[in-house]
């Protein structure tokens, strides 16, 4: 390729303004925003820029934050004029890129991440200023069919299905066979640890094995609040757990992962999660998760594997599903959910999903699908276009 070809190459490539995530409160969305911005690049269409938003935890002390944002927000629109700005919707304010990117001339690609226990979707005010806002965007790209559910979203809004990305060491790491795990099952806990994602019902789960006899070492990955840290080692030493439950704090994405490919089962029993990621980067790592009744958790569990129990007695069920699991054939079917996650989850598939969100936000002609797929999400993503459809017809 001559190097006119190379200019001319790179001059065509769209830009696209991410907007969206944390910069001191890392998590889920700030890995997604980033990963998406690697693999849409590495496929030569797009060029990519970012804009941490400032709306997490807002309080009055926190306003410079989110205004400073909303300046870089307005900066960049106008200086670089993206062809799209792509804004991830975590909190109410967050809605606020919207009017402002639209107000600028902006074309505006919105994806949610917020399920229907967040405040916004439970206050009836809140919900209704929600759906107004997002009456302003020109597609929503919607990380599970399953939102439909959750969320009050605007039928007259095209939609589009993307695909959340999981780390790229998960994808190709070696799996770690079910005959290299010690005897006791072992669990794992990773999130931001809090009373709603579920963190103190791991210990009260832990306590329960270890009063019925059930050999076991579990692992609680991630921080949290002075309050929730304080009260989580309260809560294990007076169970009296300090020898099978090992608080490891934050650790680096690898040595994550290294943890997740050396447990049996993730016990994920968050309130508050409308997609968990954690919940596949466990599945890529032949770990079972066990999760609460959301919509989007049980989306996960029935299209590969795992187990959801209810919101009222989680931790119950939790306890009996793990006394009576068949370890040695739980640990015989390791490889094949991992298989078909990362097959699913490759970032081809899943900057491709985006790229064809984007096309059709920009009103052009979408990328054809040339990836690989397992069966079960062919059959599941033909399912998800019926409905989909139904509820963009159906919705006001």
């Known amino acids: 390729m001559t190097t006119s070809q190379k200019f001319s190459r790179e001059i065509k490539r769209r830009r696209l303004l991410v907007v969206g995530g944390s910069h001191d409160h890392l998590g889920g969305v700030e890995a997604f925003c980033e990963r998406g911005c690697i693999a849409l690049e590495e496929r030569g269409r797009w060029k990519c820029d970012r804009v941490t938003a400032g709306s997490a935890y807002l ?27 792509w804004i991830q919707y975590v909190n109410l304010p967050d809605l606020l890129y919207v009017l402002i990117a639209k107000a600028m001339g902006l074309r ?22 929600s759906k107004m806002l997002l009456h302003l965007a020109d597609r929503l790209a919607l990380i599970s069919w399953t939102q439909e559910k959750e969320l009050l979203l605007p039928g007259s809004v ?58 076991f070492f579990a692992r609680i990955t991630g921080t949290g609040d002075a309050d929730t840290m304080q009260r989580l ?38 309130k508050i999660d409308s997609y968990p990621l954690i919940v596949l ?33 989680a931790v119950e069920e939790t306890v009996a599903w793990l006394r009576a699991c068949d370890l040695a054939a739980l640990r015989r079917a390791r ?17 491709s999903a985006l790229s064809r969100a984007l096309d059709a936000c920009m009103g052009d002609e979408q990328e054809a699908v040339d990836e690989p797929q397992s069966e079960t999400r062919i059959r599941v993503d033909a399912q998800t276009e019926t409905i989909a459809a139904s509820s963009t017809a159906t919705l006001p």
């Open 335 to 351: 490889q094949e959910t991992a298989d078909q996650v990362r097959i699913d989850y490759s970032w081809s598939n899943c900057a």
């Open 108 to 129: 505006v690609m919105v994806t949610p991440h917020l399920g229907s226990n967040w405040r916004s979707q439970m206050n009836p005010s809140m919900r209704w200023l």
């Open 59 to 85: 309080t009055v002390r926190r306003m410079p934050l989110f205004l400073r944002s909303i300046g870089q927000l307005i900066h960049r629109g106008f200086v670089r004029r993206p062809d799209v700005a």
């Open 233 to 270: 080692h309260r809560m294990i030493a007076e169970a009296d757990l300090g020898d099978q439950l090992a608080v490891l704090g934050r650790v680096p994405e690898d040595e994550l992962l290294d943890h997740l490919r050396h447990s049996d089962v993730l016990i994920h029993l968050s």
């Open 158 to 215: 095209p939609r589009s299905l993307i695909r959340n990305f999981l780390p790229d060491t998960v994808l190709s790491a070696k799996l770690v066979g079910g005959e290299e795990l010690p005897p006791p099952i072992q669990l794992i806990h990773s999130s931001r640890l809090s009373e709603g994602k579920g963190t103190f019902m791991v210990v009260d789960v832990c306590r329960r094995l270890r009063d019925a006899g059930v050999p």
């Open 281 to 313: 980067e466990a599945m890529s790592c032949s770990t079972v998760p066990v999760v609460m009744e959301l919509a989007g958790a049980r989306d996960m569990v029935e299209t590969y594997r795992g187990h959801v129990v209810s919101t009222a007695a």
